[in-house]
């Protein structure tokens, strides 16, 4: 079997990747290595669970600085983000594209508009791998550019070799592991003081239709994942904005964001 210049350039890749997993700069040299192989003009890697993500290292701003979007993200937008939800939903093993994982709706989003398209501009790929039952370290890598099918499909062939990197570089990653995540914004009290001053405050029930509607379900969706019907989600939708004041879901998204702020 003859090996080519390219299995070559690859194996060198990985050699050197392994050399960096207990160096700080681990994170940039898996990026600058995937990054031979498809677009990627942003990139974070974090850890995922039930409290605040935990970012463990991040491509810098524009001008070299924290990216003033992706704080946003840290106070509680990512209670929107996909790849958080279906995470905290089902959390596995893989690698998971925006397709696979987008609500139906997710382009008409508020957040979709305010956050997304600015911050990750076209698409967006997770490499996930599983810690324990409740935190999954992930790999997040956007571009600017929709990804190709061929990408997508080298990607998910190269995973398997990044995969057992990214969970053996763990252990080198003690100060996030010791440290306490902040605990994320309880769904029951996410319009913070807002709720508080209703006469009928929000059911369980409304919350939950609000939060799917802020992430982009349909209302079929919403439907399927609350096991109601459509019509009922219309219901609890229309006493929600009547209780809140507010005719429009980019209203209730800003709602959201100031209880977040």
């Known amino acids: 079997m003859s090996i080519t210049l390219q299995d070559m350039a690859w194996h060198q890749a990985i050699g050197r990747l392994i050399e960096a997993l207990d160096r700080p700069n681990f994170w940039l040299v898996l990026v600058r290595l ?46 929107l983000d996909p790849f958080y939800l279906a995470n905290r939903e089902a959390p596995h093993n893989g690698l998971f594209w925006l397709a696979d994982v987008a609500p139906e709706c997710f382009e008409q989003t508020d957040y979709y508009q305010r956050y997304f398209r600015l911050n990750i501009v ?6 996930n791998v599983q810690l324990d039952a409740q935190r999954t370290l992930s790999l997040s890598l956007g571009s600017e550019r929709p990804f190709s099918a061929d990408q997508i499909a080298l990607l998910t062939l190269i995973q398997s070799w990044v995969a057992p990197l990214m969970r053996q570089r763990m252990a080198f990653e003690r100060e996030a592991l010791e440290q306490s995540a902040s ?5 029951q009290t996410w319009l913070g003081s807002t709720d508080q001053q209703l006469d009928t405050p929000l059911s369980a029930r409304e919350l ?5 509607m802020l992430s982009g379900c349909s209302n079929k969706e919403i439907a399927r994942k609350l096991a109601i019907s459509a019509e009922t989600v219309k219901v609890h939708r229309k006493h929600m904005y009547s209780k809140l004041g507010i005719k429009s879901q980019s209203e209730l998204f800003s709602l959201f964001l100031n209880a977040q702020s």
């Open 34 to 79: 995937l990054g031979r192989y498809i677009p990627v003009d942003s990139w974070v890697a974090l850890i995922l669970s039930n409290s605040c993500p935990q970012v463990l290292a991040e491509c810098p701003g524009k001008d070299g600085g924290p990216d003033p979007l992706f704080q946003d993200y840290l106070k509680g937008l990512y209670l």
């Open 122 to 127: 076209a698409d967006e790929v997770h490499i």
């Open 183 to 187: 605990p994320a914004p309880n769904w």
């Open 208 to 212: 939950d239709v609000g939060r799917l």
